[in-house]
């Protein structure tokens, strides 16, 4: 039996080795699925449910949710869903839990849901997705995506392994970005495809408060909404905070982890300020390579808007020898001293 996909990288057609029949599979704008034998056959076929990727948003694994053939629902782990509809047939466990009132003195910036009850999305406590099922997905009915592991020791070694195969792919791909948005793409999306948490904190809140962004929050229930909350508010001053990084030596550097740069004031001076970051792809006894996206471009910084001030992927290197950094042709003398670098690690078991 042979598995065929169509341009959307979802199955389409099931066929035998002795091509005796074929089954042909239609998606719905809800993600459900209608399987149509085209002739007769004498196999008896068992209904499925998958939900499946698109261009705009890929994914690397399949996502399977079980159909209940009693009731025609699907089951997400906190509630069930109605596929027909499109909606949950229980409210959201938020209501309940008391996620979106505020305490006293509480800023609604804190609240799930984007605003709590000050976001009237959220009175709609059986919409599935926002009531947008084409942009986004729910896993599980509640969270960014279900989190089935934590981080060990383990976990972040497969994270270092990660981080080249995935830059590769973006680089094959074209794919844009800031240089903070790099870094934090390579953790959310290794994160999200292994069940692990991560929260990031930044000064994105009401008033330029403190804000802490986490996949398990009701706040989100898709991997790319949580995605472009952080991507669109976090900068890179924001990742020397000790709840996203932990300071490390140079001697201790493995790939994933991260150089924060001082660009300083025009007359050369630092500032104290780090405002650009660099993902280390290999460090040795002779050398630090790294990669990195923009700095100091103007545009939007979503990395959805059509001014997203993202660019392609460059690399470079610091010369452990000679203490040189070089990009292309381009070379800086003493680098770490002249950039005012930080060595950083993400705070992996804070998240746990």
Same mark, same amino acid.
């Given at each position: 039996m042979s598995f065929r996909k169509d341009n959307l990288n979802s199955?389409?057609?099931i066929v035998s080795q002795k091509r005796k029949f074929f089954i042909y599979t239609n998606y719905s704008r809800q993600r459900s699925i209608?399987?149509?034998?085209?002739?007769?056959?004498?196999?008896?076929?068992?209904?499925?449910?998958?939900?499946?990727?698109?261009?705009?948003?890929?994914?690397?694994?399949?996502?399977?949710?079980?159909?209940?053939?009693?009731?025609?629902?699907?089951?997400?782990?906190a509630r069930y869903l109605d596929p027909r509809t499109s909606r949950w047939i229980a409210g959201d466990p938020a209501i309940w839990q008391g996620d979106y009132i505020p305490s006293p003195g509480q800023s609604p910036d804190r609240l799930g849901g984007m605003g709590g009850l000050y976001n009237t999305l959220n009175f709609h406590v059986y919409g599935y997705a926002f009531n947008n099922p084409i942009r986004y997905v729910d896993l599980n009915g509640r969270e960014a995506w279900e989190h089935t592991s934590?981080?060990?020791?383990?976990?972040?070694?497969?994270?270092?392994?990660?981080?080249?195969e995935r830059l590769s792919e973006y680089e094959r791909n074209g794919r844009n970005f800031?240089?903070?948005?790099l870094a934090l793409s390579l953790l959310i999306d290794y994160a999200s495809q292994n069940g692990l948490p991560v929260s990031i904190t930044n000064n994105s809140g009401l008033f330029r408060?403190?804000?802490?962004?986490s996949s398990n929050s009701n706040e989100f229930n898709?991997?790319?909404?949580?995605?472009?909350? #952080?991507?669109?508010?976090? !900068?890179?001053?924001?990742?020397?905070? *000790? &709840? $996203?990084?932990?300071?490390?030596?140079?001697?201790?550097l493995t790939r994933g982890d991260l150089l924060l740069l001082d660009t300083g004031l025009p007359n050369g001076q630092h500032d104290g300020i780090k405002e650009h970051v660099q993902v280390v792809t290999n460090?040795?006894?002779?050398? #630090?390579?790294?990669?990195? !996206?923009?700095?100091?471009?103007?545009? *939007? &910084? $979503?990395p959805n808007a059509r001014n997203y001030i993202g660019v392609p992927i460059t690399r470079g290197s610091y010369n452990l020898s000679t203490n040189n950094y070089q990009r292309g042709n381009t070379i800086v003398r003493n680098g770490f001293e002249?950039?005012?670098?930080?060595?950083?690690?993400?705070?992996?078991?804070?998240?746990?």
């Open positions: 199955f389409s057609f209608a399987i149509k034998p085209r002739f007769k056959s004498s196999v008896k076929f068992k209904k499925i449910d998958c939900r499946f990727s698109d261009k705009k948003h890929p994914v690397d694994f399949a996502v399977v949710k079980e159909l209940d053939e009693e009731t025609n629902l699907y089951y997400y782990g934590t981080w060990t020791p383990e976990a972040i070694a497969g994270y270092n392994q990660f981080v080249n800031t240089c903070e948005d408060s403190e804000r802490t962004y898709s991997i790319e909404g949580f995605k472009t909350a #952080v991507l669109s508010t976090t !900068g890179a001053r924001d990742l020397m905070k *000790s &709840s $996203n990084t932990v300071p490390m030596q140079l001697q201790y460090s040795n006894s002779q050398s #630090v390579d790294i990669a990195q !996206g923009s700095l100091g471009r103007r545009g *939007s &910084s $979503n002249t950039f005012g670098v930080s060595f950083r690690r993400w705070n992996f078991y804070r998240w746990n």
